[in-house]
């Protein structure tokens, strides 16, 4: 599985003002997850908890869902977002 750390640094809203995302290629295999989710899941539960989920048997839609009750549990209740892709082949 990548990095945690590997992500979207920066945020893709479309504003005009020079900003733009930082990107990082990552070469993914069958079996590995990407998790794209908004702040409140990344500011709200450790990524050790995040990284736990992602790594379990679930599927990525029970592992999404997962995530979601742990924002809303530990505090989140704005703009709780995930998605959680399975790479399947290559």
Do not use: W
């Not at 809203?13 to 990407?34: F, I, K």
């Amino acid at each position: 599985m990548p990095n945690l750390g590997e992500k979207l640094a920066r945020f893709l809203d479309g504003r005009n003002d020079g900003r733009s995302p930082d990107l990082t290629p990552l070469q993914l295999h069958p079996g590995d997850r990407v998790l794209l989710c908004s702040d409140g899941l990344s500011s709200y539960v450790p990524h050790e908890q995040i990284r736990a989920a992602l790594v379990s048997n679930e599927s990525p839609g029970k592992v999404a869902d997962q995530l979601v009750a742990m924002a809303v549990d530990q505090g989140g209740h704005d703009n709780v977002t995930v998605i959680v892709i399975e790479v399947t082949q290559r």
